[in-house]
């Protein structure tokens, strides 16, 4: 069996014992719902504005007659065919407002990743090689105080630097300056899309305004993948393969690139799956500071105003893209590791 | 008796020794928790006086933090904020701890199908991005400071559970639990007075973690507008104020939450950190 049909096997695998997780997400999120405050054919249908018969008319429609058992295998049919309720803020169908503004967040947070991937991994590596020296405890201290800033704090303390004292970041709302003109709506993702339209200035000037929050996000958790990757470059390069490797001759760098590296990138992955559930989660708090229009501001204008079905939507939606990446993640690990394939 | 402490201190001394940073960090969590008690009758001002005649004031001798948009002393306010901060931490915490504790500890010793059911509830709250899930329950429960503490200390509870299902699993057949079940120890009484304390210490240092933990999260929340309402004190909800200021250059209105915000749990960490070195059987020489 060649590598590739044993990594599909394994994700298949993986894809269906998810299913038990995903479920449970779904009979939580229902079980959420349904302890609300007020009656949910309010919340989810008529508005608070309804008089009795119209909400008497959604409850019946809403099918919230019904026993619970029954009600959740309707919730379910309902959340499988896309129907999530309408905002009561915004008039639409959740679904179409999350589809708008899914492109806006996911654009945010994979921006943090890479910029979180790209400067904490080296970092880590370099701390590794120079054990003890300033650069390792520099590095280690910026471990121990980077946990500890808050999302929403480094983002404002990053806008008041390079805003109002530099004056180099744009205005820290929003994805494009509100003169500018936006590209034609092709795949939501405003880099994609005025390169693909070739508008370069537009690119620039969309990069201009994702810089800042995407740092604040990347700074949160720059410090739990560059310890990681520190503790698990330190036991591979203190490991006997190393050594062994290091006897022969071998070239420095291809004993810490392809030797060392490969082994120590496994822990790191483990915890990227933790790494992005905070990621998710600091996206509301960044969101917010940043009157960034993506899916978890949306979620909270709905959650402020009692709004509840984009709520839900919200919740759903992260759970299923949190599953999603776990299992992205589990691709990746037997990809680099391929003891993990062989059984 | 007394030689096991006295090596115990010896032996803490030691790592205080080694590791001053953890004296710190213990004095710090000390003087936290002393003005979250006694702060309130400390500061100069009046935490939730407004005097608009001095609205958006730098840092002066006379307000050393400056002044927010009401004129409101923030030095004041964020001392007098470290009681609430501290209270839905410590409680939420606390809350998580007794209840994943008893929980994980039954689900490891009894095993089977209770404990089947209990990893699967695990699973399924970890299958949420933990501050979302906390959103949500906050959504659910209503927005009160009440549900701020019962999220987070909820989203704090599958840390616990697992924690204490794992180290009670691996004791459940040692020698000393077989003899206290020979000696007609009820499964209850050998859990509570056999298995939990023994686990306790390893416990304290994930309490100390998930403190600074905790605090980032209720702060969070309260940042985003939920749990607790002005004019109240709170570090998370200055900040959020103090935020529509930052882009015409009025800094200190974050600045001094923030800061507390920043120093509460890096405190909690350090001591953590520092706890774990103490308690590790590995570093004991």
Known sequence: MGLFEITMRRVG????????ALLGVLVFTFLLMRVLPGDPAVFFGAGTNAGQAEIEQVRKQMGLDKPIPQQLLLYLKDVASGKLGNSMTTGQPVLADIKQRLPASLELTFTALLIALVSAVPLGIWAALKAGSLIDHAVRMFCVVGV???????????????YYMLGIAPDPT?????????????????????????DMSGWWASAKQLILPALTMALFVLAPIARITRASMLAALGSEFVRTARSLGLSSWRIVITYALRNAVLPVLTILGIVFSTMLGANVLVEKVFSWPGVASYALNALLSSDYAPVQGFVLLMAAIFVFANLLIDILYSISDPRISIE | MSTTSYSTLAHIGWVLRGNPLTAVAAAGVAILCLLAAVGPYLVPYDPIASNVAIALQAPSAAHWAGTDQLGRDVFSRTIVAARLDLIIAASAVSLSFVIGAVVGSISGYVGGRLDQIVGRFVDVLMAFPLFVLAMALVAALGNRVENIVIATAFINLPFYIRFARAEVNVRRNAGWVESARACGDSHLSVILRFLLPNILPAMAVQISLNLGWAVLNAAGLSFI????????????????EGARFISTGNWWLVACPGFALMITVLFFNLLGDGLRDILDPRMRT
């Open chain 1, 13 to 20: 695998r993986r894809f269906v014992s998810s299913i038990p």
């Open chain 2, 225 to 240: 507008g939920l749990g607790v309402r002005q004019p109240t004190p709170e570090w998370g909800i200055m900040v959020a």
């Open chain 1, 148 to 162: 500890c800033v808050p999302t929403f704090v480094s983002g404002l303390v990053l806008i008041y630097v390079f």
């Open chain 1, 174 to 198: 929003g994805r494009l300056d509100v003169f500018a003109s936006t590209p034609p709506n092709i795949t939501g993702f405003l880099l994609i899309d005025f390169l693909i339209v070739g």
